[in-house]
């Protein structure tokens, strides 16, 4: 059987419940105005931005260039118009007051990212005066389904210890207050934060199965197993799944997020 390969689709289809929320600050801009997506991953987003707003000009940045690679050719399946860039979030390669907006999707603060001051001092620069940041932010690791499940399955298979304690990381900065204080030590004003929750739905359970074990930050963990212990996490995943069956063979799981606006 050919391998099967996560694609934007697979990936996004968590977030997808975010678009309307994230967006609704950023579609009012003028005609010309110039939008930054930040750590883009496949650029979803954006894209989206683009089909509703075309005479927008969007710049999407990741560091990965597989993602990035991947977010190129969705824009050009369906004929449209974002600029993609490898670049980092702590360093921007754009002029102070350069953008009209920020938007982000989870991946402006997640482990293994830029410290999330340094991140957000660096989108106030780049922002012109008065323009909108809009971006979600999981507050803990229980808010979303992917590693909420993903790891407690991982820690059922796995020697006690192996498994790292991904949760410290959330800890301190990213909870409610403290996420808020950042931006507004790096400049940014009239900062409100609301708690955001809804459901996603995955067809089957191949679909669930290679979103978790094959993307994002568990993919090394599942990666490691051998082919036995592997065998042994999909059927208890599979039995995970069962309480989230919707009777047709899919899935509907609920994510909490916080949405967090601002201006320059």
């Known amino acids: 059987m050919p391998a099967q390969h996560v694609t934007p689709t697979n990936v996004m ?3 997808a419940g975010l678009v309307d929320r994230l967006l609704a600050p950023v579609e009012g801009l003028p005609s010309g105005s110039h939008v930054m997506q930040l750590a883009c991953g496949t650029g979803e987003l954006s894209l989206e931005l683009a089909r509703r707003r075309p005479d927008l000009r969007i710049t999407a940045i990741d560091v990965d260039s597989t993602v990035l690679d991947a977010g190129r050719a969705a824009a050009v ?16 390669d754009l002029a102070d007051g350069g953008v009209d907006a920020v938007i982000s999707r989870m991946g402006m603060f997640l482990p293994g990212t830029a410290p999330f001051d340094v991140v957000a001092r660096e989108a106030a620069r780049v922002l012109r005066p008065g323009g909108p940041l809009s971006i979600a932010t999981w507050s803990d690791l229980a808010g979303s389904p992917y590693t909420r499940i993903g790891l407690s399955v991982l820690r059922r298979v796995l020697p006690a210890g192996a498994v790292p304690d991904m949760e410290s990381f959330f800890s301190d900065s990213a909870r409610p207050g403290a996420f808020e204080g950042h931006l507004a030590d790096a400049g940014f004003q009239d900062v409100e ?11 089957d359970f191949e679909a669930w199965w290679r979103f978790v074990a094959e993307f994002g930050a568990l993919k090394p963990l599942f990666d490691s197993l051998d082919a036995s212990t592997r065998a042994t996490a999909r059927d208890v995943m599979e039995s995970t799944m069962a309480e989230h069956g919707t009777g047709s063979g899919g899935y509907r799981l609920t994510a909490t997020a916080r949405v967090v606006t601002a201006r320059r």
């Open 13 to 15: 289809r968590l977030l």
């Open 77 to 92: 399946e369906r004929d449209l118009s974002v600029e993609f860039r490898t670049m980092s979030m702590a360093g921007l």
């Open 193 to 203: 934060a609301a708690w955001f929750r809804w459901d996603t739905e995955y067809p």
